[in-house]
């Protein structure tokens, strides 16, 4: 019933920039947290950034002041600026939101959803 869609990875220099963008499709009545995670190859899944639908922002300490996220209410879309950014960012990004949807009959259903996940490799 819905789908996260990202976009913006690839492939930077160290010291570079990258924009990730996360866009939410389907019957969305709301989207309460949205954020980003990070997997690198043998890894954990970690979290990156969230933000809450006030604005409210939580960041990994590694992150700090170099990555910044933010989000679009009206366009259910949630993006994560990465500057200067380091070789050992590379991973693969996923969004993350928890979503409340319609389905048939009007109700109201609440999950969480993660996208396929972008690339974003980090060297030179």
């Known amino acids: 019933q819905v789908q996260l869609v990202e976009s913006g990875g690839g492939l930077v220099q160290p010291g570079g920039s990258l924009r990730l963008s996360c866009a939410a499709f389907?019957?969305?009545?709301?989207?309460?947290?949205m954020g980003w995670y990070r997997q690198a190859p043998g890894k954990q899944r970690d979290l990156v950034a969230t933000?809450?639908?006030?604005?409210?922002?939580v960041q990994a300490d590694s992150v700090k002041g170099r990555f910044t996220i933010s989000r679009d209410n009206a366009k259910n879309t949630v993006s994560l600026q990465m500057n200067s950014l380091k070789p050992e960012d590379t991973a693969v990004y996923y969004c993350?939101?928890?979503?409340?949807?319609?389905?048939?009959?009007?109700?109201?259903?609440?999950?969480?959803?993660w996208g396929q996940g972008t690339q974003v490799t980090v060297s030179s």
């Open positions: 389907g019957s969305i009545f709301s989207i309460n947290d």
């Open positions: 993350n939101a928890d979503v409340v949807y319609v389905v048939a009959g009007g109700g109201r259903v609440r999950n969480n959803y």
């Open positions: 933000i809450t639908r006030g604005g409210t922002t």
